[in-house]
């Protein structure tokens, strides 16, 4: 069996990465994702979120922008336009 990687690299539509972003950063990050607490099966799991939208946190400009509420909108539409809605 080959060496596994210890780190994986993902390729995201902008819009994508800007919900998952904003996402976490109202659940996950809110009083240490309490919020989540009962969709949680592992603390691992929080961390795993946390660690993604700190990773998010390092390549996204747009949280900084003074039009993010907008943005956010505008990027939850085309999610929407590109994938639908379950």
Do not use: Q
Request: no cysteine; hydrophobic share 50%.
């Amino acid at each position: 069996m080959p060496k596994v990687a210890d780190t994986v690299t993902l390729t995201l539509d902008r819009s994508v990465a800007l919900v998952i972003f904003d996402f976490l950063s109202r659940n996950a990050d809110e009083d240490e994702g309490e919020l989540l607490a009962d969709a949680l099966e592992s603390k691992a799991e929080l961390s795993a979120m946390l660690s993604l939208f700190a990773e998010l946190d390092d390549v996204l400009t747009e949280p900084m922008a003074d039009d993010y509420r907008a943005l956010v909108e505008a990027a939850r539409g085309a999610v929407i336009k590109k994938f639908g809605s379950a």
